[in-house]
């Protein structure tokens, strides 16, 4: 059956296509909740959330985008709203490590407290630079986090990111440019590496 008639059939109440619909994009929705939340668990839990609030608001569901990124703009939606609610002691951003120039352009050395950061004379193991990654990710502001995940981590392409956050390829693409220099200044610190 294909993914219009589940759309029409689930709509009109019928709870197996909605199952259907669902086991479409499970794989994608829940890399994408668990990548915004964090964790495994917080992930599931906002992908039920989703799911629960995408199975009541189906009759608003038009078809004007694709039903897939329909799914994904409710499902960024609940995982930020869960990671907002589970946040229990502040994380710092990561907007301190953004290039900074001096009056002339340059680019001015930044000397950041990694306090507590576990570094092996200065270098850092191709694992705890994956695991501090991951950790760096969760710091991100979260309108950078979920432009990144969505565009370089689940690969959207550019206009469906786009879409599923609200905003035009050219605010995605800043957002992402953004983040990926707030990645590398922290990882590039992390490293022992001269910013």
């Known amino acids: 059956m294909s993914e219009r008639a589940l759309i029409r059939r689930a709509q009109a109440g019928d709870a197996v296509a909605f199952t259907d619909l669902v086991c479409l994009h499970q794989r994608g929705l829940l890399a994408l909740a668990i990548r915004l939340t964090g964790n495994d668990a917080d992930g599931e ?19 004007e985008a694709r039903f897939s990124t329909w799914l994904y703009r409710i499902t960024v939606n609940a995982a930020l709203a869960r990671r907002k609610r589970a946040r229990r002691r502040a994380m710092p ?59 370089d981590l689940q690969e959207l392409p550019s206009r469906e990111a786009a879409a599923i956050l609200g905003i035009d390829a050219a605010a995605l693409r800043q957002r992402v440019h953004r983040a990926r220099l707030m990645l590398r200044g922290y990882l590039d610190t992390v490293a022992g590496r001269p910013r």
């Open 45 to 63: 839990e906002a992908l039920q959330d989703a799911l629960i609030i995408a199975f009541r608001r189906l009759s608003t569901f038009r078809g």
């Open 93 to 151: 951003s990561l907007e301190e490590f953004l290039p900074q120039f001096n009056a002339a352009g340059r680019h001015k050395r930044i000397d950041v407290d990694l306090t507590g950061a576990a570094t092996i004379e200065g270098r850092v193991s191709r694992r705890e630079l994956r695991a501090r990654l991951l950790a760096a990710l969760a710091r991100l502001p979260e309108r950078y986090r979920a432009a990144v995940v969505l565009s």
